[in-house]
């Protein structure tokens, strides 16, 4: 079980639940970052008492700094200060928290003989429908999706949404980036691109039903067609504390799922040819290369965007396809430096 952690964007919305865990199962936290909001981070660190705090806007850590100046924390920032607190070494843990492309790892992790947890309610779902499960014996991996908060939409009635509208997701409470990735599927199709990564599947084998209820969160079907899955109360602390306490399980702040108060759970197929980022994302994964890192950095640029007035709703997965279709770098070597170049050239196209 995890000892002590640090937090790599602690005043989100993973990274405050994140502390939620740590809290209740007394879990030492050594190390916090943020981009800005030094007023939740200057709490937590009153309350958590880290090492070292991280800000990545030098004139909000500044100001944090002059906040802190009563205790022995130390205050970090910019690029630098997020990896000192990343690979501060007193920490058995680093929960990451951070959004995007902040935050490729595969390779060193193999490097290193390193463990990684999936945090994400359906990745951890298929992780735990996957302990003692045979090798050879996985025959499909079912993602569910809420469908977000137009599900059932067409896309004449998508055509004048608001940021207001798409924020207003059914069942989670979310950031406001991964909630409109939500209603527009690119959120599941990530979570594809992800699950082939994380547990070595095809995209073939991947499948995608849309679940309203958001209780259960993943599937897992055997070669011999039995389908395991795992059910609970739409709370990411379920998740996030398997992922601190695996393979042990501990109580949780989290509420008892009664299926009898539910009462009914709902499938259906999701709507590619309205919500095209699904498909987007299957794509870039088939085609493989660069091109998930192209997705990624386009739906992050339009997603922006959208949040501020500048595009309509149904421009995010036109600009995605976009840049994915017209990526001319796919024969580049996968490194760290082309995928960072890569997601830099797709948001500066969009954003210009």
Known sequence: MTRSITVLGSTGSIGVQTLDVARMHHIKV???????????????????????????????AAQLKIALADTDITVLSGEEGILTAARYETADTVVNAIVGVAVVVKEAIRQHGVKLYPVDSEHSAIFQCLQGCPEGALKKVILTASGGAFYGKTRQELANVTVQQ???????SMGAKITIDSATLMNKGLEVIEASWLFDVPDEKIDVLV???SIIHSMIQLQDNSVIAQLGVADMRIPIQYALTYPERCPSPVKELDLSEIATLTFGKPDTDTFECLAICRE?????????????????????????GKISFLQIPALVGQAVGQFDGNNSTVTLENILAADHETRQKILS
């Open 166 to 172: 798409a924020l207003k997701h059914p069942n989670w």
């Open 284 to 308: 870039a994964l088939r085609r493989g290369g660069l091109l998930p890192t192209v997705a990624n950095a386009a739906n992050e640029a339009a997603v922006q965007l959208f949040l501020e």
């Open 30 to 60: 050594v190390a916090l970052t943020a981009n800005q909001r030094i007023d939740i981070l200057e709490k937590q660190a009153r309350e958590f008492q880290p090492a070292l705090v991280a800000v990545r806007d030098a004139q909000a």
């Open 211 to 213: 679940h309203r209820e």
